[in-house]
């Protein structure tokens, strides 16, 4: 089985990854991928990755108005948590969609969305 190894720099929105490949790890530094499973053991009921920070606000003003924002990089009062499992681990997230964003980790994950397994790791 060949393994092709990219950046998520060298892959466009518009390439057709799941007629190439079965498979994609997508791994970033523990920070992304490590606060995700938290979000999910404080009782999120959903959680969605967003490719970028515009596309988690639409998704808030759109379809998930009770959403819980977090996002990675410098504050910013438009979301609630930052992408900090120190800081997750102390929210109730019970019922909660929570819409995560950060610099690479979940907009990898975004560009392989239509592969047909996805595993991620830190």
């Known amino acids: 089985m060949p393994i092709d190894i990219r950046h998520s720099r060298e892959i466009s929105a518009e390439e057709r990854l799941q007629d190439a490949y079965d498979l994609a790890v997508v791994i970033d530094v523990i920070r992304a991928f490590t606060v995700a499973p ?7 009921a959903r959680l969605l990755l967003s490719p970028d920070k515009a596309t988690a606000l639409q998704a808030k003003a759109g ?18 948590l930052p992408n900090a499992p120190g800081q997750v681990a102390h929210h109730d997230l019970t019922g909660r969609v929570v819409i995560q964003t950060t610099g690479n980790g979940t907009r990898g994950a975004h560009l392989v969305r239509h592969v047909p397994t996805v595993a991620s790791a830190g």
């Open 63 to 80: 379809n998930f108005p009770e959403a819980v924002l977090v996002s990675d990089g410098a504050p910013d009062a438009r979301f609630e």
């Open 38 to 44: 938290w979000i999910l053991r404080q009782g999120a």
